[in-house]
């Protein structure tokens, strides 16, 4: 789905870059209507370049959106990081994620979380 909007987004800012290489040729003194008109097209190209985006950008992927439904999450401390090979023996099931990651960066995540499906 996200690649939906990822190729729509593409489509509109290539046309978008097309108006502007047109309304930057044009001559204002000859061409008053037709620049109007490109004016109000570049605006709602804009617009919709704006909402695809934030639309993209709400979607998660389906791991992400799996991880977010897990009912249980937090923050790893810096100490259960010095050791994380012990903390996923003693709690199986547990996904480690780090916000470095593309994983992490798709969810904003500020810090290294942890996501399982009992409390830990």
């Known amino acids: ?19 502007r290489h047109q ?15 490109l004016e109000k097209e570049k605006a709602t190209l804009e617009i919709e370049i704006v909402r695809l985006k934030a639309a993209r950008n709400k979607k998660l992927s389906k791991e992400a959106q ?12 810096k100490k259960e990081q010095a050791d994380l090979g012990k903390l996923k ?7 480690i994620v780090h916000p470095m990651t593309a994983l992490g960066r798709e969810m904003e995540l500020d810090e290294m979380t942890g996501f399982s499906k009992t409390d830990f």
């Open 23 to 37: 309304m930057a040729s044009m001559q204002l003194a000859n061409e008053v209507e037709k620049y109007a008109e």
């Open 66 to 77: 799996k991880l977010v439904d897990m009912p249980f999450k937090r923050a790893i401390t």
């Open 89 to 95: 023996k003693t709690m199986r099931g547990l996904i």
């Open 1 to 19: 789905m996200k690649e939906i909007e990822k190729t729509q987004i593409k489509l509109l800012s290539d046309r978008l870059d097309l108006i």
